[in-house]
């Protein structure tokens, strides 16, 4: 642990951006027509998004959870969710130059930024956040049911409610991680670090250091939103020149 973290969290957040570059570069391979494939239907592609996704949702809550456990002011958790925001927004106007017909209008910045609410809110549901991911599972998993038998509006397939997560219909978009049910991630991922922070307090032990190979990725972990900003950027910058020469 360092500095009021806890190293694995952000080693395996680092991880996580990792794998996240790994598959946006093929992303930007395909969409150059280098590389051949379909990300929006292949499962070797939409299972590893799955993945990246949760994996960051999972560090999310664990960074909540820590947080609150540190007696994190609003003030501080504030300042931190307007740099998401900020970059949220960011996003949203270039993915408006690069995907006019399909631009991020709640990615995963987005959805991060409404659920770090929903999560710092939450917090003291303690084991009660087991079953509120569960729940958040299942209506996600039931609403197409629930839309096509009319016991759901299908307004909540228009832009304005999708971001709930409540459709039968995903939207055009090239990024979309709504609410439900990736909130289920978040409060998984606050359960469990709770529970783990009780377990060791109970120990009277602290956190063994992270193995020395693992310290680079703790570092890029900790500067995950800096990395995320930057790394498209400079891999099309890059791709574009090597096209070019």
Known sequence: MSSGRIDTVDALRGAAMLWMTA???????????????????????????????????????????????????????????????????LVSGGSMLMFPNSFIYFGVLHGMAVMLIVARLSAGCGRWLWPMGAVAVVLAWAAPGAMETGW????????????????????????????????AMVWWGMAATQWYLRRRERAAATAAPLAKALRPMAFLGRWSLSYYMLHQPVMLAGLWLWMRL
């Open 152 to 183: 759901l509006d299908t307004a909540f397939n228009q832009k304005a409610l999708n971001w709930i997560g409540l459709i039968n219909a995903k939207p055009i978009t090239e990024d979309y991680v709504p609410l439900l049910p990736w909130m």
């Open 23 to 89: 598959f946006h570069f093929c992303f930007d391979l395909s969409n150059a027509g280098l590389l051949h494939t379909n990300f929006y239907q292949n499962p070797v592609w939409t299972w590893q998004r799955t993945c990246i996704l949760s994996l960051f949702l999972l560090c999310a809550g664990a960074g909540q959870a820590i947080a609150v456990a540190q007696a994190q002011s609003w003030q501080r958790f504030g300042r931190r969710w307007l740099q998401i925001a900020g970059c949220a927004l």
